[in-house]
């Protein structure tokens, strides 16, 4: 499990990142747990809650309908989407974007000036409702699952799961600690977690 919470200063406030993305390990290829809020004022707030596939969607439907369309998934993200506060959020990651879902919920909550007390209704009320739910689907459906997998399918899909930690590491913590920290602090911490999660060597 990677949990990361941030707090760094920008010229106008500062923004707050928590991000928790779990990982499953290779005796089963259900998908990643990802949560990530940025808030970056008291009024609004960016959302990324998602089941990260661990297969092409595309090519493995039964692997979409299993833990996406059985699950009904998809609503969760419906209901967050509905609430007249919110709007699409788009990452200026390709990598992440494609990554990510079809269920993703990935908004921008904006409750405008004044909206202190809305954006703390929302996240103690539907937010936090839509991440207890996807918790549990993903607890009962992915983290107790196995899968009988051919050994050349294993690989390609341990090589997927490292590109993806990886890039988790480089997109949550690369680009904030040294701002935070110093690069020399940052540099060392980045290193132990890229050693942790068995990626150290993909930066060669």
């Known amino acids: 499990m990677l949990h990361s919470s941030l707090h760094c200063k920008v010229p106008n406030g ?3 990142i928590t991000s928790v993305l779990i990982f499953l390990n290779a005796l089963t290829d259900a998908p990643h747990f990802l ?3 940025i808030q970056g004022s008291p ?3 960016v959302v990324i ?3 990260l596939p661990r297969k ?3 090519l493995h439907p039964e692997y979409l309908h299993k833990y996406y369309e059985h699950t009904c998934l998809d609503k969760q993200r419906e209901k967050i989407e509905e609430l007249p506060q919110t709007r699409p959020y788009r990452s200026p990651s390709l990598f992440v974007r494609s990554a990510c879902s079809p269920t993703a919920v990935s908004v921008t909550i904006d409750c405008g000036q004044g909206g202190e007390g809305t954006l703390e209704e929302i996240v103690c009320g539907h937010l936090a409702s839509a991440v207890k739910e996807v918790l549990q689907i993903w607890l009962h459906s992915c983290a107790r699952d196995t899968s009988e997998m051919e050994e050349a399918e294993r690989e390609i899909m341990i090589k997927r799961d490292q590109a993806v930690r990886l890039k988790s590491i480089e997109v949550d913590l690369t680009a904030n600690l040294p701002r935070m920290f110093g690069p020399d602090v ?3 911490i980045i290193a132990e977690i ?3 999660f ?4 993909q930066e060669a």
């Open 14 to 16: 500062a923004i707050d």
């Open 35 to 37: 949560m990530e809020f």
């Open 43 to 45: 009024t609004s707030m």
């Open 49 to 51: 809650l998602d089941l």
């Open 56 to 58: 092409d969607l595309a």
């Open 186 to 188: 940052s540099g060392h």
């Open 194 to 196: 890229r050693k942790a």
């Open 198 to 201: 068995g990626v150290q060597l």
